[in-house]
């Protein structure tokens, strides 16, 4: 299905943009991946995804709170491939804090990963996905772009942003070819989570199993966690003809978090 296409997935050395990467390679498509970690593992994760899905893969280390580098990154993997077909803008952190004790720093980190890097990704990717008649822009927002929880002052304002930035996005390229969309998952056990599970069950003096399971109780009426290969699974879709016609719009993976 995504055979010839070209797919950045930004944050994709774990977690949910792994999980993104590895579907769209599954369906043919060329990949570059992005995000921090040890080198050795994320070469094993490379070569690992040309080897088993015959495509290329490509490995850009681009800090994604640095907008200039986020459109260069843009630049180089045309250079590179040729082309640009799918933008999957999934980068993200997390940290908590009442809003009064909420570090400057952390609030101007998560704002420049969460939202800004998407609209330095968008804007760079936007004419040439144009120019090629097709494209699919992937926001990986959160059940957070959606309703708020308390503690999460910057990521709550981060993933409403990417929400209303994927509107704009949606009206600005409808009938060009291209198509923006937000997928906004609950609970994915992730390194993100576990940090989040960690604290529970330290706070709280109780197992990472029970921790696990207050956290789903609280929030996700399915009481079990989304995979990311069940994310990879929904981008697929969204790159897939029968999406054609979707556009600034969101998905929800939540378990039925948002529904209540
Ligand atoms: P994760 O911590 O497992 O992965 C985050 C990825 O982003 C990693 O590859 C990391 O190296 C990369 N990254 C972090 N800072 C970066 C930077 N400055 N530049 C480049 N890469 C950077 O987290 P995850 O749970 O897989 O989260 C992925 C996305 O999904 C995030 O946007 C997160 O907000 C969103 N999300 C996660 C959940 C969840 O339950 N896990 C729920 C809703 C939304």
Redesign the pocket.
């Not at 930004?10 to 943009?17: H, K, M, N, P």
């Not at 990986?140 to 957070?144: E, L, N």
């Given at each position: 299905m995504l055979k010839g296409k070209v797919a950045i997935v930004?944050?994709?050395?774990?977690?949910?943009?792994l999980g993104i990467a590895k579907e769209l390679a599954k369906l043919g498509a060329d990949i570059v991946l992005?995000?921090?970690?040890n080198e050795n593992e994320i070469e094993k994760v490379r070569s690992g995804i040309e080897r088993e899905y015959g495509v290329r893969a490509a490995y850009d280390a681009?800090?994604?709170?640095d907008g200039e580098a986020v459109r260069q990154l843009i630049g180089t993997t045309i250079g590179r491939f040729g082309r640009l077909d799918i933008l999957v803008n999934?980068?993200?952190?997390?940290f908590t804090a009442p809003v009064e004790q909420f570090p400057p720093a952390k609030w101007k980190a998560i704002l420049d990963?969460?939202l800004s890097a998407a609209f330095h990704g968008i804007a760079s990717a936007v004419p040439h996905m144009k120019k090629q008649r097709w494209g699919r822009i992937v926001n990986?927002?959160?059940?957070?772009g959606l309703v708020a929880s308390t503690h999460k002052a910057a990521?709550v304002a981060a993933?409403h942003g990417l929400v209303g930035l994927t509107k704009v996005v949606g009206l600005e390229t409808a009938g060009s070819g291209v198509t923006c969309n937000a997928v906004c998952?609950?609970?994915?056990r992730?390194?993100?989570?576990e940090k989040q599970i960690d604290d529970i069950a330290a706070e709280k003096g109780i197992s990472q199993k029970l921790a696990a399971e207050e956290l789903l109780a609280e929030k996700q009426p399915s009481l079990d966690f989304a995979s990311?290969e069940q994310l990879g699974g929904t981008v697929a879709f969204l790159c897939s003809a029968a999406a054609d016609q979707i556009t600034g719009t969101t998905i929800s993976i939540d378990g039925g978090w948002t529904a209540r």
């Open positions: 930004t944050g994709s050395t774990s977690g949910i943009g992005n995000g921090f970690g681009t800090d994604m709170s999934n980068a993200g952190i997390q990963i969460n990986i927002a959160s059940a957070h990521y993933k998952p609950g609970w994915v992730t390194p993100l989570v990311p």
